[in-house]
């Protein structure tokens, strides 16, 4: 594939990307500052009891486009955490992409084994029963 039609390709899905962003966003304003009680629940959990770590993510999304932090933290703070690495990730692809440049966006040396290892430190830690590592697990 030419270097051409790959960035062509990029900028379409970028594009993609940033809208359906931006619906999930207006989505989430629409539906108004308390969760529905229709948001999903996670298959994991309620086959095991135990918190993943992506438990309660939409919950603190939808506080987060509502500008509730507190809330938020209480749903998961681990996801909190991630959007504004992902947000600095998704503005750095941007900016390469409309300068014209397909390549990928460097990530540090050992950043997935570290992403990795919190993770899995994260899914640990929140399904303690003891404080502090209850405060870990989704609450409202």
């Known amino acids: 594939m030419s270097a051409t039609r790959t960035l062509a390709r990029q900028r379409r899905l970028l594009l ?3 809208a359906a962003g931006l619906a999930l966003v207006a989505w989430f304003l629409l539906v108004g ?20 770590p ?22 998961n703070p681990l996801a909190v955490a991630f959007v504004p690495v992902l947000g600095a990730w998704a503005i750095a692809r941007l900016l390469k992409t409309l ?6 966006v460097p990530l540090p040396r050992h950043g997935a084994g570290f992403v990795l290892a919190v ?3 994260f899914f640990l830690l929140r399904n303690l029963p003891w ?10």
Not at 54 to 75: F, I, K, Q, V
């Open 33 to 52: 500052p308390r969760p529905p009680a229709w948001l999903p629940s996670c298959p994991f959990h309620a086959i095991t009891g135990l918190y993943c």
């Open 99 to 104: 300068r014209g440049d397909a390549t990928p």
């Open 54 to 75: 992506g438990c309660g993510s939409t919950r603190a999304l939808h506080a987060l486009a509502h500008g509730e932090l507190r809330a938020a933290l209480g749903y």
């Open 131 to 140: 404080w502090p590592f209850a405060l870990l697990a989704p609450h409202g």
């Open 119 to 121: 993770v899995v430190l």
């Open 16 to 18: 993609g990307a940033a």
